[in-house]
Each structure stands twice: as structure tokens, then as C-alpha cells.
């Protein structure tokens, strides 16, 4: 089967992964896709160094979404894209992370299909996945971790989530786009029977400038998002690993703050 980064190929959408934020960490697939796009749809937090690496001539369209706020809602992102592989454009959908891990990617290669037209899917970096290794964060280990789980944090319902079993001794829990809801996911993870003092680190703009790592007690996620400030994008780990990490310990440098202010 000729793949559909043939660049006699037209009128298709290829879905690329752009992985947690670095352009260096895009798969030669990635690149490749991006220098044969007449039309590139991407996200707002894209490298502009990744948009790059497009043609100088390809359009780009930015359908950029924030938390309650988007530029187009999905299902005008479907049509746009479908809209424009019709007039045989090669459309790359170019999205954070990887397109099925959170990327609403499953969704657009269903309207794609849906219209009868070629769709191809190059896989990303994840940003746990980026996030962690910088941080030296293994997500599963012999001696602490055989599991690992992927959930979202501002999905609707979240209190009526089952999250049982995901979290606790020897399992590890990634939870995405967390921060505005961290101390809700405390309370819940708490009330389901996880330790308040399982470790627990959030991962702050991950492979970018200005990158933090920060851990501290799962008991303390919630005030410690608000002592330091984190904003999106960050990722959310839950699990003993979190000890083996190079994540700065902010309860302990807080806890010998506050004995300071006191003495």
C-alpha cells in the first residue's frame, strides 16, 4: 500500500503528532508530512519553530482552544478540514502531544472517513511522556510501577468519575489538563482510598522554555498549584515514582519556609 505521504498523493489529510512542545523531539514522519502541506490546521500552543518547517507558501490556520474558550468548535474544525481536502489540498492537522492521547484525533479521522477521503495518522510524543523523561520521572518501574493510566481532569462530571484502582501502590496516574481542578482531583483520589501522602508531581510546560517540575504530597496538590503558580499546560503524576524523579520537593522547601517565619 503506497503510503499517503506520497507527495503525488492529493486531495488528503495527514494528522501529525507534534509532540510536548520541543521541535527537536517531532518524528521524521513529522517532518516530512509538514513539508509537503498546502494547508496546515494547528493548535495554539504549537513551536512556531514547528510551524516552520512547513513551505513558506502553505496557509496556516490556527484553531487555537483554551479551557471554555475556542476558536472553532470542533465539529467546524471537522468541516474545515474536510472542506479543504476536497479542493485537493494535502491538509496536515497538525496537533500537541499525539493526535489520539487526548487530541481529539479519533474524532477528526472519523469526519475524514466519513467524507470518503484519505486520512493518515503520524504519531506524537505525548506530552507525559515528554514531560517525564525530562523530569527523569519514569512512569512504570520494575520496583515501584507495572501500570500506568491516562486520564483527563477537566472532563464534565469529574466527581462522578471511577478513577478506583488507578492510583495507589505500584500504579501510576497521569492526569491531563488538571491544574484547574488539582484540588478537586486530591479530594477525589483521597476519598477512593489514596494515601494523602502519596508523592505526586506536576510536570510544567514540559520540553519548553521556562519547563518546571515540581512534587510534593498528594494532600498538598492543590495549595501547592496555588503557592507556585502553575499554568496550563502541565501534567498531573500520582504514583511512587514520582520519588525517583528530579522534581523540585516544594512541600519540604514550604514546610522549612514557614518554620523560618515562625522561629
Same mark, same amino acid.
Not at 493510566?149 to 478513577?163: H, I
Not at 491531563?176 to 488539582?182: K, R
Not at 515514582?241 to 522534581?247: H, R
Given at each position: 500500500m503506497v503510503s499517503l505521504l506520497d507527495p503525488t498523493a492529493r486531495g488528503r489529510v495527514v494528522l501529525v503528532g507534534a509532540g510536548p512542545g520541543d521541535p527537536e523531539l517531532l518524528t521524521v514522519r513529522a517532518v516530512k508530512a509538514l513539508a509537503s502541506a498546502d494547508i496546515v490546521v494547528h493548535d495554539g500552543l504549537i513551536d512556531p519553530r514547528v510551524l516552520d518547517l512547513a513551505r513558506p507558501e502553505a496557509q496556516r490556520i490556527s484553531v487555537a482552544k483554551q479551557r471554555a474558550r475556542h476558536t472553532l468548535p470542533q465539529e467546524a474544525i471537522n468541516a474545515l478540514i474536510v472542506a479543504h481536502v476536497k479542493t485537493g489540498a494535502i491538509v496536515v492537522r497538525l496537533k500537541g502531544g499525539d493526535p489520539f492521547i487526548f487530541g481529539r484525533g479519533g474524532?477528526?479521522?472519523?469526519?475524514?472517513?466519513? +467524507? #470518503? !477521503?484519505?486520512?493518515?495518522?503520524?504519531?506524537?510524543?505525548?506530552?507525559? =511522556?515528554?514531560?517525564? +523523561?525530562?523530569?527523569? !520521572?519514569? =512512569?512504570? $518501574?520494575?520496583? $515501584?510501577?507495572? +501500570?500506568?493510566?491516562?486520564?483527563?481532569? %477537566?472532563?464534565?462530571? !469529574?466527581?462522578? %468519575?471511577?478513577?478506583?484502582?488507578?492510583?495507589? %501502590?505500584?500504579?501510576?496516574?497521569?492526569?491531563? *489538563? /488538571? @491544574?484547574?481542578?488539582?484540588?478537586?482531583? +486530591?479530594?477525589?483520589? *483521597?476519598?477512593? #482510598?489514596?494515601?494523602?501522602? *502519596?508523592?505526586?508531581?506536576?510536570?510544567?510546560? /514540559?520540553?519548553?522554555p521556562g519547563s518546571r517540575a515540581l512534587r510534593t504530597l498528594l494532600a498538598d496538590l492543590g495549595p501547592m498549584v496555588e503557592r507556585e503558580a502553575v499554568c496550563s499546560p502541565a501534567v498531573i503524576v @500520582? #504514583?511512587?515514582?514520582?520519588?525517583?524523579?528530579?522534581? %523540585?520537593?516544594? !512541600?519540604?522547601?514550604?514546610?522549612?519556609?514557614?518554620?523560618?517565619?515562625? @522561629?
Open positions: 474524532e477528526e479521522v472519523e469526519a475524514v472517513r466519513a +467524507a #470518503g !477521503l484519505p486520512v493518515e495518522v503520524v504519531p506524537g510524543i505525548s506530552a507525559a =511522556l515528554g514531560a517525564a +523523561a525530562e523530569a527523569m !520521572l519514569p =512512569l512504570t $518501574h520494575r520496583d $515501584h510501577s507495572s +501500570a500506568v493510566s491516562f486520564v483527563a481532569g %477537566q472532563c464534565k462530571g !469529574l466527581s462522578e %468519575q471511577d478513577w478506583s484502582g488507578l492510583a495507589g %501502590q505500584g500504579r501510576t496516574l497521569v492526569i491531563y *489538563m /488538571g @491544574v484547574a481542578t488539582a484540588s478537586a482531583i +486530591a479530594d477525589k483520589l *483521597m476519598a477512593d #482510598g489514596v494515601a494523602p501522602d *502519596m508523592p505526586v508531581a506536576v510536570l510544567e510546560r /514540559g520540553t519548553c @500520582v #504514583g511512587e515514582v514520582v520519588e525517583l524523579s528530579d522534581a %523540585q520537593d516544594k !512541600l519540604a522547601r514550604w514546610a522549612r519556609a514557614a518554620e523560618a517565619v515562625a @522561629v
